[in-house]
């Protein structure tokens, strides 16, 4: 497992993709280490609740 507590220094991370599988263990990993973050995601209203205290957030028009 990543330590996040050592290679990121203080601030909020936003964890892009955080609806698939590997967003989801890293936000995970994230709370387990009492870190703030983000989620971002395609449809925020299927995810609201889905992590914790992160964040939850959507993005707004076309991503390229």
């Known amino acids: 497992?990543?330590?996040f507590t050592?290679?990121?220094q203080g601030g909020m991370i936003a964890v892009v993709g955080a609806g698939g599988p590997t967003?989801?263990?890293v936000l995970?990993?994230?709370a387990a280490q009492g870190r703030s973050a983000r989620a971002?995601?395609?449809?925020p209203e299927k995810y609201a609740g889905k992590f914790g205290h992160a964040e939850?957030?959507?993005r707004r028009g076309p991503m390229f």
């Open 1 to 3: 497992p990543v330590d």
């Open 28 to 30: 995970k990993a994230l």
């Open 56 to 58: 939850v957030l959507g």
């Open 40 to 43: 971002v995601v395609r449809s």
């Open 6 to 8: 050592t290679s990121v």
């Open 23 to 25: 967003g989801f263990e």
